[in-house]
């Protein structure tokens, strides 16, 4: 199947601080790329959706400033989360859609913010 | 409103003990059906797509099933390495949107 990448896979930071998260398509270009979050034993909470080259969407509730997402090409896009603080300590997923539009998923990111 | 539910939020079932697990939706034109596993710690990982009701896919020990109201995933003999969390989605007319399940840990004991 479609291979998608997420890194950092753990970050720990600063209260304050700024964190990035990167998520590729490895094999497929994705015109489409969502960011979701996990907390503990819930399911996934779709945050935004990422079109290239355009405004992501964010789903109500979501901070558009804290939450930044950059999608610059067909294989890449970036979630910010700008000024960290510890309640915005989660499991961050991406996803992204293929041409036959199943979604993959990357493995994940655990934000701790200290 | 389009909406996913799925049951029971957490199964315990011994080694060879066989299940299912539901997913039932509403969805304005499904256009595909989600399974998806997830493991502590990591993103999910795809296992199967249903389009159309009356479809089944299998893969070792899984098997998926579709209705218009539902999906099942019957595990056959289960083992131990099959615990997880398994997540189900469908995506309706709005290609852009991805309605997610609660999801339905499975505990597997030896």
């Known amino acids: 199947g479609a291979v998608v990448s997420q890194h950092p896979s753990w970050v720990i930071c600063k209260s304050g601080t700024s964190v990035k998260i990167e998520c590729r398509s490895l094999d497929f270009q994705a015109t489409t790329m969502f960011w979701y979050r996990q907390f503990p034993k819930q399911s996934l909470m779709l945050m935004a959706t990422s079109n290239e080259g355009s405004k992501a969407t964010y789903e109500q509730g979501v901070e558009k400033d804290k939450f930044l997402i950059n999608h610059a090409s067909l294989t890449l896009s970036t979630l910010t989360v700008t000024s960290a603080h510890p309640e915005d300590s989660s499991f961050y997923i991406c996803s992204a859609a293929g041409a036959n539009e199943k979604l993959f998923f990357g493995s994940g990111t655990q934000l701790s913010v200290l | 409103e389009d909406q996913v539910t799925q049951s029971p939020e957490a199964l315990r079932l011994q080694e060879g003990e066989s299940s299912s697990l539901n997913c039932s939706y509403t969805v304005s034109g499904l256009r595909g059906l989600f399974w998806y596993r997830q493991d502590p710690g990591k993103g999910p990982e795809f296992l199967f797509t249903?389009?159309?009701a009356g479809e089944e896919k299998e893969k070792e020990r899984l098997k998926a099933t579709l209705t218009k109201k539902e999906s099942f995933l019957h595990i056959t003999a289960p083992k131990p390495e099959d615990s997880a969390t398994y997540l189900c989605a469908v995506q309706g007319n709005n290609f852009n949107k991805f309605y997610f399940g609660s999801g339905t840990k499975l505990n597997v004991k030896p």
């Open positions: 249903l389009y159309s």
